[in-house]
């Protein structure tokens, strides 16, 4: 096991089962712990995909929502990587980074570390009733990140939505696109089937 030591990309896969019936399986991601377990490799990973699905086996609507006051979903946020100097590449949801609870207070620039080239915000929960970072809400999170005054180091920066928003996201998108522009960072849209 030495070799996680030097433990350079991580791709992380979760495939949650909503189950009524065995609650012991447990109902939620608890990201704070994902984000401790995380720390122990800041000072070596390079690249970071976290991918999280919430399926039920019953009729149960595991679309409610996240966050300590519902029964499924993620908790709490993986934390602050600034620690972690070597992170070029980061894919993930925001509700993962971020927490389900709406922060005021929150930037970009306290949460990501300055060595990050490319950042993929993930859509896996972008069906879900009540996530607090619709696509609006991260448009003008990342607007804030992309400041003219303090670019940030990106080469790259991809947002997903499901197929048949792309119309409605558009106008959204096409601030955080010119900003892109002005700082030779390239963006996109990406789409996934609802």
């Known amino acids: 096991m030495s070799w996680l030591l030097h433990l350079k990309h991580l791709s992380l896969s979760f495939l949650w089962y909503a189950d009524p019936v065995n609650p012991h399986v447990g109902e939620h991601l608890d990201c704070e712990k994902l984000g401790l ?15 999280v699905q919430f399926e039920s086996r019953s009729a149960l609507d595991v679309t409610g929502g996240g966050g300590t006051h519902s029964d499924w979903g993620p908790l709490h946020s993986i934390g602050s990587l600034r620690s972690f100097t070597k ?3 980061l894919q993930l949801a925001p509700e993962i980074l971020f927490g389900w609870e709406k922060d005021g207070d929150l930037s970009l620039r306290d949460l990501l570390p300055a ?16 996530s607090p970072w619709e696509f609006e809400a991260l448009c003008e999170l ?19 939505c499901f197929d048949d928003e792309v119309s409605d996201l558009q106008e959204s998108f ?9 700082f030779h960072i390239r963006s996109s849209l990406d789409t996934i089937l609802d």
Do not use: M, Q
């Open 142 to 160: 990342l607007a804030t990140y992309l400041n003219p005054t303090t670019p940030p180091p990106l080469r790259g920066l991809v947002l997903t």
């Open 115 to 130: 060595s990050l080239r490319d950042l993929h915000f993930r859509w896996d929960f972008g069906s879900w009733e009540k």
């Open 37 to 51: 377990a995380l720390a122990h490799r800041a000072s070596t990973l390079e690249s970071l995909k976290i991918a």
């Open 87 to 89: 992170l070029e590449s």
């Open 174 to 182: 096409e601030l955080i696109e010119f900003r892109c522009k002005e």
